[in-house]
């Protein structure tokens, strides 16, 4: 007997082929539907979404993570908003990225198809269901989801709505699955699957990410974990940088653009951690510190050495006094996930080394790590943001779901 | 005690980072130093491979495998003609993809980067060593390379040659490494290293392909395993599909653009396989066919269930007939490896339908699958023919060994 995931796996597959050459006016129907249908089906969504929160409520989940779970009505016109957008972005295959005619007439072009079948494996946020399908339908791939089991219920309504969109628009409903067994091994056996699944794109925090690193034999597109830092130069313009950390750091502290380590040269360190101090402390930052760090300003904690990549995600940060910018740089080659990382300086040579030297998907010179961001490139809808440096690297749009092929046009030419 | 495998990882990490910043001029400088070092260095080059040559003849190993272990005067300076010709292609980093202005007045530039560190894996060939470190040196990557144990004293010999034209164009020697020690364990330690390996390329056989893929937790680029098809449709010149067919398994059957199966359509199978069987018989080809191909004409034998996704690499080949182009496609899908798909027609709507629906790198209509080749595409040298559909796809030039990332020079934004 096969299991849920071979099945919906290899269902997946053969509307992968479907979906694959479905034109661009189908496959925007099917998401205009969609975004219909979720509006449509607010309560019902909102029904389901409850019973997931009363039974996270009752297991302990904290407010914060229950927020994050939580799908209200301008949510869900957020969700059915977001669908539309999808809707107006260009239809990233069947594009030609190349033309060649050879010398013995023989014609290759190379145009860009869907990658087949992307399974999403994304923890408790129910709105990922939609956005990351809304994605893969308009870049002709079909989808595996496997959110958390948190969210079990709102996904499977959500998954619903996807398939009568789908269908609406006369594409198969097996475009969009959702494994509804949340069983760790499930996870884990389509993780294996070689033969079915294209791609796998984990979202979540740095343990999903890892595990799916680690288990997974199809291809992999690894998102998201961001241990951040900002480097303040001696030759910093000092109230810029403390505008640039605290932005950093504090508008929105549970993403992966986040500063979580700040690094100052120790020449600037003791001037500009007291105009910074005091500025965080308004904002309630939980600051640890390097003993020269601690010295600058009351209410820096001892930092220990566990604090050096760590990823808050939360209103705390590290601070780390270096010598130089090659010690900067050291630090962040050590610590870093190779997401973003900013330097603050007037030196322009810092800056070009910082720039050049520094191996992340976004380098920054006097900016904030958080423009990290598909919107904040102009990309618009973002699939997550990969950290790794083979296919797609930095925000992922559309184009991160696409691969490409060469069709070539002969006339009986045989190679000598 | 660290390992041979981390500490020339490791080495090759830090080499990496000096080598992915070196200017092109000193790049082509390392390589102009290689190519004259490998021809001033053929009689020690000769010496070592007959010590290799000695040691696989006397373990039993087939002319035809000799023959690929075997490097001669003529081999030798063909090695240092394809690494003068890697000097004339363009250097693949920093380039600029895209600029992008934001409203806020950010400007965020795309730009190229190497890879970092790249294992290769592979296997008799020694050639092999100096093709890829030519590629990886002219794109700012270190690599460690990991060659058969047949050609270790070959091997041994090439990579210090890499190592001293590095070196005298003031680069790290460590640039370029060879694991001495051919011990399985090693290979398989070495591409776990996710901290040092940027990405593993594996190029020989589908055993050792399929061994790095299910072994890998780096990423990897899967290349050259290559189970392809023509299709001789019902609409096709038959003379035109004799040609092709020859020509795609006759030309150098060890090759994975090389043709392993032939699908015919049934209306025209007897005609096509009269003109077909002598014509491949006197090139000593063994055919292997299901009834209909069998009763065709003499000489060809039963296929069982085995031969159908085979990969050869020899004068074999296996013939199916097939009652439509779907069935022909449905054949592909199952058994192919999505490296090179042809169909011989004049039936342009035939045509179109295989060109979008076969899911290969590579799909022809009417030519030989054997043109699947970085030469014959006119990209130059190559590092392999990737089979997947991630990062890069069909044939490998330097384009394939380099990612990118978003360098963002800003005034002092924040994110509101």
Redesign the interface.
Known sequence: MESEVVIKAKAAQVAS?EIG?ASTEQKNKALICIAELLEKNTENIIAANMQDIEHARTHGMSEAMLDRLRLTKSRIEDMAAGVRQVVDLQDPVHISLKE?C?PNG?K?TKVT?P??VVAMIYESRPNVTVDAAALCIKSGNACVLRGGSESIHSNTVLVRILKQGLQQAGLNPDSAALLENTDRALVQELLTL?QYI??AIPRGGAGLIQMV??TA?V???ETGSGVCHVYVDKQA?LD?AV??V???KV?RPSTCNSMETLLVHTDVAADFLQKLIPVLQKQNVEMRGDILAQKAGTGVKAADDTDWGQEYNALIMSIKTVASIDEAMEHIRRYGTKHSEAIVTEDTAA?ERF???V??????????T???DGF???FGAEIGIST????V??PMGLEALV??????????????
Chains 1, 2 share one sequence.
Do not use: C, W
């Open positions: 082929r050459i060649i050879r023989l290759i198809v990658l087949g070689r294209d791609v690193v680690r034999k291809p992999v597109i313009d810029m505008r640039i605290e932005n950093a508008s800056a720039l050049q030297e191996d992340a998907a976004a380098v920054y010179v006097n900016a904030s958080r423009y990290t904040e490139f102009g790794q440096k083979l296919h690297r930095g691969s490409y092929k060469y069709i070539i046009h002969g006339q009986g030419q045989i190679r000598t």
